[in-house]
């Protein structure tokens, strides 16, 4: 009898069923085997992650090339259900060389049996299939999203995500709750000239609930006690507000790990795509909560205050220049966020401010207005960055955790 290990993926990007995957790809490789007097011992079998990861960055295809150095695997072959499932692009050239190098025989139902490593025409037919898996996978998101911008230009169709702040996902009438009125006084009071940080101040004055507190069931994770002014740009940024649905402001964007070494495969990141590049429908799709005129004058306006703040700037800090060795390494330990690095009459400190908006994030909190603290009297060499550790630090009387050099003097 023949022990084998069956590998396997599947993926829940395309709505696959995992247990009906794993069967039918199971199904295969015993029919493969078992005629020959094979028998499957062990299962490698993927579930939710995208073929075109290397078999190194995916669970359950790591753990068997790492079993392949081991003497007492417990297994003599390896069998694949459905090369396509398995191997991407140039998968199969990458990983197959180990199979080889350990002699552990490699067997698919395309070749009909174990792959010759010294057959062209089997070499030839599990690069195809690469090719084909790659294909077949760059087709499909072609057709989504073309389905996708179709669907939201000519219909009007919601794609999905987080509901702006004042809509619902449900036919509930003409808004019944408050929140509409609020996103239109959002608009308002910018266009007019306020910023976003002195309409969270305002809105905080009045007593609004804040979205994560007025819809509290599905922000469990955010604090609900006050606006912020990354909340307030969020709702000035969306378009949804028009009535018309908006899609494609955002992309998936693949990037190798390692620009060197290829075979690590990418990481998929969300880049944002240019206004110009947004999907509008064709005619509203929703209840509109302000005009598409005053969501257009918010971005002009907010392009204009951009470009007035651009050229006031100092050019030290358009350079970047100025080096911030313990940026992102000095944190407060009485409101617990990070103080942030600035220069006063030539010398860095790092500040924590503790404003309006502040406040009402930690109400009853004793913190001074302002710290400051100079990074020259934290013991501190650049030379010794790698040696840094977290350590207590005082400051005008209120302790922060600070980024302080190693155990060796100051």
């Not at 179709?150 to 702040?165: A, E, T």
């Not at 266009?191 to 469990?220: K, Q």
């Not at 407060?332 to 600035?342: D, I």
Request: with cysteine; glycine share 8%; hydrophobic share 35%.
């Amino acid at each position: 009898m023949i022990r084998f290990a069956f590998a396997g993926r599947c993926s829940t990007e395309d709505l696959q069923d995992p247990e009906a995957s794993r069967n039918w790809q199971l199904t295969r490789a015993r029919a493969l085997i078992e005629p020959a007097g094979g028998q499957i011992v062990a299962e490698y079998f993927d579930i939710g992650h995208s073929r075109s990861l290397p078999w190194q960055r995916r669970p359950r295809a790591n753990e068997l090339l790492h079993a392949l150095r081991n003497p007492n695997r417990g297994f003599d072959a390896v069998v694949i259900g459905e090369p396509q499932c398995t191997f991407y692009g140039n998968q199969f050239g990458n990983t197959f060389p180990v199979f080889v190098h350990f002699r552990i025989p490699l067997w698919v139902p395309e070749i009909g049996g174990p792959i010759d490593p010294d057959n062209e025409a089997h070499d030839l037919v599990m690069s195809v299939f690469g090719g084909m898996s790659k294909g077949e996978r760059n087709r499909i998101k072609i057709r989504v999203r073309t389905a996708m911008s179709s669907q939201v230009q000519l219909q009007g169709r919601y794609l999905g995500g987080r509901p702006p702040h004042g809509h619902r996902i449900t036919d509930a009438g003409p808004h019944p709750n408050p929140a509409a009125l609020v996103v239109l006084r959002i608009f308002t009071m910018y266009v007019d000239g306020m910023s976003d940080e002195a309409i969270a101040l305002r809105l905080n004055h009045d007593g609004i609930p804040c979205p994560s507190a007025h819809d509290a069931v599905r922000n469990p994770h955010r604090t609900k006690r006050a606006w912020q002014a990354g909340a307030v740009r969020a709702i000035l940024l969306n378009p949804r507000y028009t009535g018309h649905e908006v899609w494609n402001k955002q992309r998936k964007e693949e990037r190798l790990l390692d620009i060197d070494d290829v075979t690590l495969g990418h990481r998929t990141t969300m880049t944002h795509n240019p206004n110009d590049e947004w999907i509008w429908s064709n005619e509203p799709a929703h209840d509109p909560l302000i005009t598409k005129e005053l969501f257009e004058a918010a971005q002009q306006a907010r392009r204009q205050r951009a470009r007035a703040y651009q050229r006031q700037e100092r050019p030290t800090r358009r350079s970047g220049r100025r080096p911030y060795v313990l940026r992102g390494r000095v944190r407060c330990t009485l409101c617990g966020r990070k103080m942030q690095p600035s220069p006063i009459r030539d010398r860095v400190y790092y500040r924590c401010e503790y404003k309006e908006p502040e406040a009402a994030l930690y109400p009853g909190l004793d913190h001074p207005r302002t710290i400051n603290l100079r990074e020259a009297g934290m013991f501190y060499t650049p030379e010794r960055a790698k040696t840094i550790k977290l350590v207590p630090y005082e400051i005008q009387g209120v302790a922060v955790s600070v980024a302080k050099a190693g155990s060796s003097g100051g």
